[in-house]
Nanobody
Framework: QVQLVESGGGVVQAGGSLRLSCAASGSIFSINAMGWYRQAPGAQREMVATITSGGSTNYADSVKGRFTISRDNAENTVYLQMNSLEPEDTAVYYC??????????WGQGTQVTVSS
């Protein structure tokens, strides 16, 4: 089992920045990829950014150039630096981890609200 705990959400004005953190605990040796998804009201959950254990990253087109995902394997933590935030980025952000065996884990989510 893997437990994921997010932090760093909040309210920010458009154009501002936030940094999300996600700390993993438990069977961390089983984790391959980690990342962030988000879900806005009335919308489906969508991928924001992912990073593999080797450091390969993938971003949604909507956040490329504005968001940066990074990972500290020693601290078992993944970060999402969000710059130039837009009202459309308002959502609950979920930390995600995928094990080498294909099992998915999710955090409880943290609210990000961008005011115009």
């Amino acid at each position: 089992q893997v437990q994921l705990v997010e932090s760093g959400g909040g309210v920010v004005q458009a154009g501002g920045s936030l940094r999300l953190s996600c700390a993993a605990s438990g069977s961390i040796f089983s984790i391959n990829a980690m990342g962030w998804y988000r879900q806005a009201p009335g919308a489906q959950r969508e991928m924001v950014a992912t990073i593999t254990s080797g450091g390969s990253t993938n971003y949604a087109d909507s956040v490329k150039g504005r968001f940066t995902i990074s990972r500290d394997n020693a601290e078992n933590t993944v970060y999402l630096q969000m710059n130039s935030l837009e009202p459309e980025d308002t959502a609950v952000y979920y930390c995600y981890a995928a094990s080498w065996r294909g099992r998915d884990y999710w955090g409880q989510g943290t609210q990000v609200t961008v005011s115009s």
